[in-house]
């Protein structure tokens, strides 16, 4: 089901007529209340009357994470703090945290695009949500929630973690739809084929996968797991949260709220646009937002945009799954590496589990990659030269997907950490 | 006459052999026979143990990868020449041995043998008039 069909099927003139509109009304409301961006537009002369158009938008100044740590906590709200009715927070890994505030339509909007997402994977009001992402500071559990509500689907609000309650409440309430982390549905997955559940014993038909990168082996593994369609959603707490795109069920990209989210691809280094269909970082602007709207928010994520109608019907553009944050990217022996390149690797391997984790060193100034890779609890035979030949493929298949090569070393199994939200890929000794 | 022996996967990791032989200990289940092979990083303890499948339910509770392995058990006098003449009929029958262990006291010794073709190595044996342990009795040596 479509569930917004006058915005997800504009026509492109239509499109950019919603976000030229929106765009205008923007520049007028930070340029009047937020300091940091009147004196940036002002540095590049623009006055908030200039811009009538969203191709203006390449004139505009970028927003950078930093940006919004030296701003912390409220210095790049556009409204008064009695009209903001909730904040969230992304994890402070490095320092302080970033903090976003959302107006009462903010959250209507938000759960009118998450509404519209959970319907791009034919999740109805029929249908039992178990949303297992973590309620709190962090978007995914809220953001998943109040979409699921307007949806006007059950939800339980089960949040992340608790597996063994997890899975009773799976099996005694017949949860249909499972929304929470991939690195999390994979261990979910685990957990139902060690406690001896029956496929039939589960209703599940649908997964609701996001907040880290995954791939398409992965998506695989999670189907045959869990029995379901897996599906990716995107998003991230500086923009909103969840449901910024979302895969219909053709799987050909996230198509991105574009009359929220004004989708742009940079190349990172020159900052110039690339055109669609070219490889580069994502740059959204959240323009209808009230509480916190940013001018062309740098993600991080690289990825491509699609702009062909789907065959779902939908206009809007659609970017294709994150190969990785620029963040997440290693630099190791001077090439780029992304964790989710190793994780097509292991999962191409029976006798792999998706768990692994790199560990980067630095000795006598070469750089060395370590890869930890659990044995799969069925599949491993008790003669060393098998095991070694095992680490041989993965050697060698590392070698030709990555370019370098590694140490593997084999462990147990459940002995890598594992995580209940986002999973923790890379130890960087480095630095 | 085929034996169910353990196969455990450790990790190089201080203190691991010492858990697992602890949970056995603290279960009341005995270690007839043990070995190790030492990989760079891990190691595999393969050991014949009373109750075998208790064992290893009880192991893989406490987080262990265990597999049950088939292998068998051969009695030869302790005497040169005592292995060599088994191992020559099995040679002889074109059977690969994958590993095996052995120990020797007073007047026999006792061999585990790992094949992949594990009921061959029995009948063979067998057939040769070669003295083999029943599995009943070597989980309560």
């Known amino acids: 089901m479509i569930w917004n069909p006058s915005v997800e099927c504009a026509s492109r003139e239509q499109m950019r007529e919603i976000q030229s509109q929106c765009l205008t009304s923007m520049l007028e409301r930070i340029y009047k209340s937020v300091p940091f961006y009147r004196n940036k537009l002002q540095e590049k002369g623009i006055e908030p009357g200039d811009i009538k158009s969203v191709d203006q938008l390449k004139d505009l100044p970028f927003t950078l994470k930093n940006d919004l740590r030296d701003n912390y906590p409220f210095g790049l709200f556009t409204v008064p703090q009695a009209d903001i009715v909730r904040l969230h927070a992304s994890s402070g890994t490095s320092g302080k945290p970033t903090v976003v505030g959302y107006t009462g339509n903010d959250i209507a909007m938000w759960s009118e695009i998450v509404a519209r997402s959970l319907a791009m994977a034919n999740v109805t009001q029929q249908d039992i949500i178990q949303v297992a992402y973590g309620y709190g500071l962090f978007t995914g559990g809220l953001g998943l929630h109040y979409g699921a509500e307007k949806l006007g689907a059950l939800v339980i609000p089960i949040s992340g973690g608790n597996t063994k309650k997890q899975l009773q409440l799976m099996v005694d309430l017949g949860s249909t739809v499972l929304a929470c982390t991939p690195s999390y549905a994979a261990l979910l997955g685990e957990s139902i084929a060690r406690e001896g559940i029956r496929r039939e014993d589960l209703r599940l038909r649908v997964g609701v996968f996001g907040a880290e990168p995954w791939t398409e082996e992965m998506r695989a593994q999670l189907q045959q797991l869990l029995g379901i369609k897996a599906y990716d959603i995107y998003g991230l707490s500086e923009i909103i949260g969840p449901g910024v795109s979302m895969e219909c069920e053709h799987q050909c990209g996230n198509h991105i709220n574009e009359d929220h989210f004004i989708p742009e691809i940079i190349d990172p280094k020159t900052l110039e646009i690339l055109p669609y269909g070219e490889l580069g970082e994502l740059v959204l602007t959240p323009v209808s937002k009230e509480a916190m709207p940013l001018l062309r928010f740098r993600t991080r994520d690289l990825t491509r945009l699609h702009a062909e109608t789907c065959a779902c019907g939908r206009t809007l553009v659609r970017m294709e799954k994150c190969l990785g944050r620029t963040d997440d990217m290693l630099i190791i022996r001077g090439v780029n590496v992304f964790p989710s390149q190793v994780e097509s690797v292991l999962l191409e391997l029976a006798e792999t589990s998706p768990h692994y984790q790199l560990i980067v060193s630095r000795e006598n100034n070469l750089d060395s990659l370590e890869i930890k890779v659990e044995i799969d609890e069925q599949f491993w035979s008790d003669e060393v030269k098998q095991l070694e030949a095992l680490k041989n493929r993965i050697k060698s298949n590392i070698q030709s997907v990555l370019g370098i090569s590694a140490t593997i070393r084999l462990v147990e199994p459940r002995s890598i950490e594992r995580s209940e939200g986002k999973a923790k890929r890379v130890i960087d000794n480095r630095k | ?141």
């Open chain 2, 1 to 141: 006459m085929i034996i169910k022996q353990l196969s455990v996967f450790l990790e190089d990791k201080s203190g691991r052999l010492n858990e697992l032989t602890k949970i056995l200990a603290d279960n009341d289940i005995n270690i007839t026979a043990l070995s190790i092979a030492d990989a760079v990083d891990y190691g595999i303890v393969r050991m014949i143990v009373g109750r075998p499948e208790l064992a290893v339910r009880i192991l893989k509770e406490n987080g262990f990868s265990v597999n049950l392995t088939e292998v068998a058990c051969l009695v030869v006098p302790n005497q040169p020449g005592g292995l060599y003449h088994a191992l020559k009929i099995l040679a002889d029958n074109q059977i690969n041995i994958d590993y095996l262990y052995a120990f020797a006291i007073e007047t026999t010794a006792l061999v585990v043998i790992r094949s992949a073709s594990i009921s061959e190595v029995i009948n063979v044996l067998k057939n040769n008039q070669l003295e083999l342990l029943l599995a009943s009795r070597v989980y309560q040596l």
